[in-house]
């Protein structure tokens, strides 16, 4: 059984600070991994998406793979108010579905 | 325009009944999905269908069929439904290469 574990949280953080977002995967097989965020009542948005073992970037989101440890991470630096969200991750065996965990609520406070 | 839209916004509706949700997708992608999202925003595939064809069945019950009568569309039928199937149902579609899933805004069910 594929599976993807993510924290529940809340995660709470100050503005400003970074926002670190972890989870792990089963399925050795999987080879792409996704980061969508979702705001309350609606629907999930990808924000990153990576397929190699270590850091990508994209303006304040680093995205980071770990193939060995079965472990990815979304890195949220300078975090702000409307950071706040759930943010799911999500893995996918080749040209597959995507696997999602059940999100990690993130709390960004003024 | 909406790439992935769904239709209706919101279902309310008593138990034993049969509804439909639709989805359209102006994107040209050949995959298209069923995810349901329970209270605890957990997003569950139930159907995957590439270029009409039916390819993923998870273990969902067989009051739920899904319908694809072209590669842009894929409806959702749900047969007596239970309070147990009150969620919010995602339709979403991918490219090959599944950095392209887009969802679409969802469907709330509410089963009374």
């Known amino acids: 059984q594929k599976e993807v574990e993510q924290n529940s949280g809340p995660l709470s953080v100050p503005e400003g600070a970074i926002a670190s977002l972890n989870c792990t995967y089963s399925?050795?097989?999987?080879?792409?991994f996704f980061w969508y965020r979702q705001y309350s009542g609606k629907s999930p948005e990808l924000i990153m998406f990576i397929y190699s073992n270590g850091d990508k970037e994209d303006g304040r989101f680093t995205a980071q793979l770990n193939k060995a440890s079965q472990y990815v991470s979304l890195l949220i630096r300078d975090s702000q108010p409307s950071d706040s969200a759930t943010y799911l991750c999500?893995?996918?065996?080749?040209?597959?579905?995507?696997?999602f965990g059940k999100g990690t609520m993130l709390l960004v406070s003024p | 325009d909406t790439a992935v839209s769904q239709t209706p916004k919101y279902l309310v509706t008593q138990m034993g009944n049969d509804k439909s949700i639709k989805c359209e997708q102006n994107?040209?992608?050949?995959?298209m999905y069923w995810y349901k999202q329970d209270s605890k925003k957990f997003l569950k595939i139930m159907f995957s269908y590439n270029n009409k064809e039916l390819i993923i069945n998870e273990t969902v019950p067989n009051r739920f069929s899904p319908k694809s009568p072209d590669k842009a569309h894929l409806n959702l039928h749900i047969n007596s439904l239970e309070l147990g199937d009150s969620a919010v149902y995602f339709c979403a579609s991918s490219p090959t290469d599944l950095d392209g899933y887009i969802f679409g805004s969802g469907t709330r069910l509410t089963v009374v």
């Open positions: 999500a893995a996918a065996l080749g040209y597959s579905t995507l696997t």
């Open positions: 994107l040209g992608h050949d995959t």
């Open positions: 399925d050795r097989g999987s080879q792409s």
